[in-house]
Nanobody, 120 residues
Framework: QVQLVESGGGLVQPGGSLRLSCAAS????????MGWYRQVPGKERELVAT???????NYADSVKGRFTISRDNAKKTVYLQMNSLTPEDTAVYYC??????????????WGQGTQVTVSS
C-alpha cells in the first residue's frame, strides 16, 4: 500500500516562509514526477509546482521566484520551500506522485493535504 504523508503546513505571517515535505512509502519501485497542488474552498485544485525524476521543474506563474520545489530520490521525498508568502497562498496543499508499484502497475497518488494559512 502506497502512502504520501505531508508535513510542514501551518500559520505564517505575510512575507514569511514555510517548508513543506512529502514522504512516499510502501511498495514503490520507482517514482516519476512529483508535485504540489493547492486548493481553496469553492475552487478547483491547481498546480503549484512539479519536478521530474531527473530534476526538471515546472511552476505556476503565481509562485515563480517565490517557491522552490526539490526532491530527495533516495528518501522518496519532495519538498516545497515557500518564501514571501501572501494571503493569496492560503490553501490546502496536496502532494502528488506518479509512481510504479510493479513493472505492470502504478498510477497517480495523493497525500491527505496540509493546511497553509497566511495571515497577520
Amino acid at each position: 500500500q502506497v502512502q504520501l504523508v505531508e508535513s510542514g503546513g501551518g500559520l505564517v505571517q505575510p512575507g514569511g516562509s514555510l517548508r513543506l515535505s512529502c514522504a512516499a512509502s510502501g511498495n514503490i519501485i520507482s517514482i516519476n514526477t512529483m508535485g504540489w497542488y493547492r486548493q481553496v474552498p469553492g475552487k478547483e485544485r491547481e498546480l503549484v509546482a512539479t519536478i521530474t525524476s531527473g530534476g526538471s521543474t515546472n511552476y505556476a506563474d503565481s509562485v515563480k521566484g517565490r517557491f522552490t520545489i526539490s526532491r530527495d530520490n533516495a528518501k522518496k521525498t519532495v519538498y516545497l520551500q515557500m518564501n514571501s508568502l501572501t494571503p493569496e497562498d492560503t490553501a490546502v496543499y496536496y502532494c502528488n506522485a506518479d509512481l510504479r508499484t510493479s513493472p505492470w502497475s502504478g498510477g497517480d497518488y495523493w497525500g491527505q493535504g496540509t493546511q497553509v494559512t497566511v495571515s497577520s
